[in-house]
């Protein structure tokens, strides 16, 4: 089966400016994360969605970070406006709650640079 | 919070070496899960372990969840294994279940 998918790979922007990631999970997956991965550190999760609704965004800086899964598949993830500390890897993540194994598969990324 | 501790931070090993990577946890687990991230940032599933023992080729891993520690056991070591190791472990069961992550073992094989 396809794994989950993102693009773009790489992003290079200002500070100030805006991005926008997107994910696409694999097929039938109801649960999708976000995750933040600085340099040299674990990811961080920013924010879980249950189907098209959220289940956690406690870690979620609200001031400029968004995130939207409108029709409970594909989400979007956006950073308005950037800050130099938002370089990083953002990683999409998602899996199959309700199995016995509940086990999270993740994309490639997309690696962000913020001049 | 969860707390999530991986060691040793680095390990610079030969070739044929066999290897035990460690996590450390604060809490109960709901989820435990070990992956080896590639050269191109990409996390790679190596086992969804939140109890007991489970084995695959030369890897293996061992969660004890009552002494909230697991293992990650590498043998006869390849260059190829070499790249970050991370264990991320969940601790809700009730839905909100993202994972909280180590900083990672940096593992170097050398030829």
């Known amino acids: 089966e396809a794994g989950v998918a993102q693009s773009p790979r790489y992003k290079i922007i200002e500070k100030r400016q805006s991005v926008a990631f997107w994910c696409n999970p694999i097929?039938?997956?109801?649960?999708l994360y976000w995750y933040q991965q600085i340099l040299g550190q674990g990811p961080k999760l920013l924010i879980q969605?249950?189907?098209?609704?959220?289940?956690?965004d406690s870690q979620l800086p609200k001031d400029r970070f968004s995130a939207e899964r409108l029709k409970g598949v594909d989400s979007t993830l956006k950073i308005q406006p950037a800050k130099l500390e938002d370089s990083a890897v953002y990683l999409c993540a998602s899996s199959f709650p309700g199995r016995l194994i509940d086990e999270q598969f993740f994309g490639p990324g997309t690696r962000l640079t913020v001049l | 919070g969860i707390q999530v501790e991986q060691s040793p931070p680095d390990l610079i090993l030969q070739e044929g070496a066999n290897s035990t990577l460690r996590c450390n946890f604060s809490d109960s687990v709901n989820n435990l899960q070990w992956f080896h991230q590639n050269p191109w940032g990409q996390l790679i599933n190596l086992f969804y372990?939140?109890?007991g023992t489970k084995q695959n080729g030369r890897l293996s891993a061992t969660t004890v969840a009552t002494e909230r520690y697991s293992l990650l056991y590498i043998s006869s070591s390849q260059t190829t294994d070499s790249g970050v190791y991370f264990c991320g472990k969940s601790h809700s069961g009730g839905g909100a279940d993202g994972l909280t992550f180590g900083k990672g073992t940096h593992l170097i094989i050398q030829p």
């Open positions: 372990i939140p109890s």
């Open positions: 097929s039938g997956h109801a649960t």
């Open positions: 969605f249950q189907n098209n609704g959220v289940v956690d």
